[in-house]
């Protein structure tokens, strides 16, 4: 059990912006306010940068880039260890704090603290890999060696539904290249972020490698950097709207871009199927982080033959979850994000049961402060809903039945979508065409949660271009360079 108190967790974070290692206010003193989701009450304030200050930090990162370039691979890695090391000792009061300002509950905060914290510790191994080439030219008279370097100053924008995860899956892989970054996380979880801040400065990460810049106004400070030209890369994970105008704007400038954007996922229960680790899967693919993640199962396709067992089985387990705030025990449904979040669940449950789908439990939100929806389920949801093709964000599963694999494959493939499918079937030949046919950047096969900082995360279609994690993600945040060796003879 944690030994710290809630105004403990959240006094002890800075709540500055922090540029060139310094933590500095922002340009009159302006703030903004963090709001706890389960209570409807202010937290805190922090810093609310203006684009001036956005400038000031870009201007840190960029002065910070050469000598950072030059720090041994080893020592790069030894701080995100040291980092690593450091997120663990504190996995309660970060966990506390995140639940705080987010509002999952908290032993998921505390699963998204060791799971941030892995991608320091793989990518302080990944750090001393980086590797080259020495090649003979093809006529034998010269030599081509092949070279990585850090892309350069990175811009990096991350939401607010896993705030720490989603900022040590860049920051890992920009710090193990040798890149400095602005990070601007979400104005609705700025605390996590920049209690990470704190843990890397105490880590040895050199003044100006990492600047945080909190504020309200996302674009007005972040266009500005983006067309600056001295930042060389933007990696940004939010929503598919956002990520094409931040597309647009890089082209001005051809920043590299790595985009994690929205998903669709759909989950498939085959007739031979194993239902109840299909329901166990189902659970996590749809509740985790109540249903705010991207790879949140949206649309269930279940066999004909098996879907009203599916259905029960999945309306029992939704209706034995304990709602509340997250801090409380024994709770695991916490509260959506914000008011906006409830009215967008609440409309596209209302436009499901208009088109004829029926409401098996839940579908309402519930009474007193706070963003609560209750776990829902719905059957019968026709392709025509908005949500087959929406993202809910929310806990809601919404069931349609399909009767042969082609209808079930080219229902999951009906949509520009395409981040991660989850699969249900004991058939290792099916298992292998479906896999293959579905298009996704990843699928969960017999397995409900796909997230791991060893594997490529990402996806294809409108749900991203390049990948996080795993041995390529490192490669983001690293351009090529050739050598022509010449006058050996
Ligand atoms: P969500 O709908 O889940 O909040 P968003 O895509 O709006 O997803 O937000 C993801 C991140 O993108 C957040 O950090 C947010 O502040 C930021 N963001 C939103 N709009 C812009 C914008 N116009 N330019 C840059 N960043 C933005």
Redesign the pocket.
């Known amino acids: 059990m944690s030994t710290v108190s809630e105004a403990g967790v959240v006094s002890a974070v800075n709540k500055e912006l922090f540029i060139g290692g310094k933590w500095t206010a922002a340009s009159g003193d302006a703030t903004l306010d963090v709001t706890d989701p389960a209570t409807g009450e202010v937290l805190c304030a922090v810093a609310d940068a203006s684009p001036s200050d956005g400038t000031a930090a870009l201007d840190a990162a960029v002065a910070a880039q050469a000598d950072w370039a030059e720090v041994a691979p080893r020592e790069r890695g030894e701080i995100l260890r040291r980092a690593y090391e450091k997120l663990m000792e504190r996995q309660d009061e970060l966990a506390l704090l995140m639940t705080l300002e987010m509002g999952k509950p908290l032993a998921e905060a505390k699963g998204e603290i060791a799971y941030a914290a892995e991608f320091f510790r793989w990518f302080a191994e990944e750090a001393v890999r980086i590797d080259g080439g020495y090649a003979v030219a093809p006529n034998g008279a010269g030599r081509f060696l092949v070279t990585k370097q850090p892309v350069g100053p990175c811009l990096l924008?991350?939401?607010?539904?896993f705030p720490m995860a989603m900022g040590t899956r860049k920051i890992g892989p920009a710090v193990a290249a040798g890149c400095t970054m602005v990070i601007?996380?979400?104005?609705q979880t700025p605390l996590s972020m920049l209690a990470l801040a704190g843990i890397l400065a105490e880590s040895g990460l050199p003044d100006g490698v990492l600047n945080v810049v909190t504020t309200s106004d996302?674009?007005g400070v972040?266009?500005p950097m983006i067309r600056d030209g001295r930042a060389r890369k933007l990696s940004?994970?939010?929503?598919t709207?956002?990520?094409k105008?931040?597309l647009e704007q890089c082209a001005g400038t051809v920043l590299r871009t790595s985009m994690e954007l929205g998903g669709n996922a759909p989950f498939l229960v085959f007739e031979d199927a194993d239902l109840d680790a299909a329901v166990d899967g189902a659970m996590q693919a749809k509740m985790r982080n109540i249903g705010e993640a991207c790879t949140a199962a949206n649309r269930f396709y279940v066999h004909s033959s098996v879907a009203d067992a599916f259905s029960r089985k999945l309306t029992e387990r939704m209706e034995g979850l304990a709602i509340g705030r997250g801090t409380e025990d024994g709770v695991v449904v916490g509260p959506l994000i914000d008011s906006a979040a409830i009215a967008k669940v609440s409309e596209l449950v209302a436009d499901a049961a208009q088109n004829g789908a029926k409401v098996l439990t839940g579908g309402a939100t519930v009474d007193g402060p706070g963003n609560f929806y209750q776990p829902t389920v719905l059957t019968g949801v026709p392709a025509k809903a908005r949500m087959s093709s929406e993202e809910i964000f929310g806990p809601v599963a919404p069931i349609s039945t399909f009767e042969t694999e082609q209808e079930a494959l080219a229902a999951a493939n009906d949509t520009e979508f395409g981040l991660v499918a989850y699969v249900y079937t004991q058939n290792i030949a099916r298992a292998i065409r479906v896999s293959e046919r579905l298009e996704t950047g990843m699928v969960g096969l017999n397995q409900g949660v796909v997230s791991n900082a060893a594997v490529p995360f990402g996806g294809v279609k409108q749900s991203g271009l390049g990948r996080e994690g795993g041995t390529v993600g490192i490669e983001e945040f690293l351009e090529t360079k050739y050598i022509a060796i010449g006058g050996l003879s």
């Open positions: 924008i991350t939401p607010w539904n601007k996380p979400a104005e996302a674009g972040m266009e940004f994970t939010g929503s709207a956002v990520g105008k931040l």
